[in-house]
């Protein structure tokens, strides 16, 4: 199996910035895109920012110029760069990853266990 792990989450005040990292183990053949999802208490879990093999890059309209997303693929590892963090930005973050394995060779989509974000003053 896939797993991923993610780290770095914590408490921030307004105007801070956090590094969120996932790393990914396992039988991995290739991973053809991660990205980083959150969900706020009462909210629907949603997309945060995407890396998609090739260098293409996804931001939610809500992080834009604030968040940065970014790969290692040697080791496997997927950041997120947060700047300039809000209240809103408060909530827990999962990593996601897409592509295949081998040994058996076949397809995955796997999640991390999430890694808390808190935002206040």
């Known amino acids: 199996q896939v797993q991923l792990v993610e780290s770095g989450g914590g408490f921030v005040q307004p105007g801070g910035s956090l590094r969120l990292s996932c790393a990914a183990s396992?039988?991995?053949?290739?991973?053809?895109?991660m990205a980083w999802y959150r969900q706020a208490p009462g909210k629907q879990r949603e997309l945060v920012a995407q890396?998609?093999?090739?260098?293409?890059?996804n931001y939610a309209d809500s992080v834009k110029g604030r968040f940065t997303i970014s790969r290692d693929n040697a080791k496997n590892t997927v950041y997120l760069q947060m700047n300039s963090l809000k209240p809103e930005d408060t909530a827990v973050y999962y990593c996601?990853?897409?592509?295949?394995?081998?040994?058996?060779?076949?397809?995955?989509?796997?999640w991390g266990q999430g890694t808390q974000v808190a935002v206040s003053s």
């Open positions: 996601n990853g897409i592509g295949y394995s081998n040994k058996p060779y076949r397809a995955f989509n796997a």
């Open positions: 396992g039988s991995i053949f290739t991973i053809n895109a």
């Open positions: 890396s998609i093999s090739g260098g293409s890059t």
